[in-house]
């Protein structure tokens, strides 16, 4: 008379209308406590949803928030570069991008048993060419098992240390590109990291070199630059 855990759900009200000593009395004292599914993670709902998970609607056996929430995770979403590369991603992990979830949010969910047909996301912005892209990916899915695996701090910054170590051309785009599809967390830290390499620099020449910019300003222009600023090289008194 009663679902097992691999059977999805079973409706209460076919077992009749009878009292106690009914069909329906007979099923009731047959069934498990409530606790005792929830231990075995299954859910029965009742006529009080309130008392349910909010996946169960009406008077049925229903699957686990966790195996429904996994079916969820399961989507992908393909993303389009600039330069027409694709990449399928985790739905969850895409949606770490408050651009991107704001192009998805309004999405229809695919029907059960039909593939998603969703088309590419396209991402036209210059800063994410298809190796850039790949990149911001990267650190998208590695926070995000961080998160799953509910990984230590310093276990995420061992690895964002790693992650930035790139040179600076490629940082400089991630930074654009964070930027553009609005990822907080990422953007700090590369904006960070370029922040950490100027503070290592004395002088404004030592900044030049270190980033390989170019000196547009004359020796006239300087000499008057330095001067109308020599109020910041003088030593407190």
Not at 183 to 195: H, M, P, Q, R, W
Not at 198 to 209: G, V
């Amino acid at each position: 008379m009663f679902a097992t855990k691999g059977q999805t759900r079973l409706n209460r009200t076919e077992a009749g209308d009878g009292g106690k000593e009914g069909p329906r009395g007979l099923m009731a004292a047959h069934l498990p406590t409530k606790e005792a599914m929830l231990q075995d993670r299954l859910f029965v709902c009742g006529d009080d949803d309130d008392q349910y998970p909010p996946t169960c609607k009406g008077p049925r056996l229903c699957v686990p928030q966790d195996e429904f929430h996994s079916s969820q995770c399961s989507r992908m979403v393909t993303l389009l570069s600039p330069d027409k590369q694709t990449f399928q991603v985790p739905w969850d992990v895409a949606m770490r991008s408050t651009v991107i979830k704001q192009m998805l949010e309004d999405l229809p969910e695919p029907e059960e048993g039909t593939e998603d047909q969703t088309d590419p996301v396209p991402l036209m912005d210059r800063s994410c060419s298809a190796n850039v892209l790949e990149k911001v990916l990267e650190y998208l899915k590695k926070h995000h098992d961080f998160d799953k695996s509910n990984a230590s701090q310093e276990d995420k910054d061992a690895w964002d240390k790693k992650y930035v170590e790139v040179e600076d051309e490629v940082l400089f785009h991630l930074i654009l590109a964070a930027n553009f599809l609005d990822i907080k967390d990422l953007l700090d830290l590369t904006c960070k990291t370029v922040a950490e390499y100027i503070k290592q620099c004395k002088t404004p020449e030592e900044i030049r070199l270190r980033f390989n910019i170019p000196n547009d300003f004359t020796p006239e222009e300087e000499e008057e630059v330095r001067k109308e600023n020599a109020w910041c090289e003088e030593a407190p008194s």
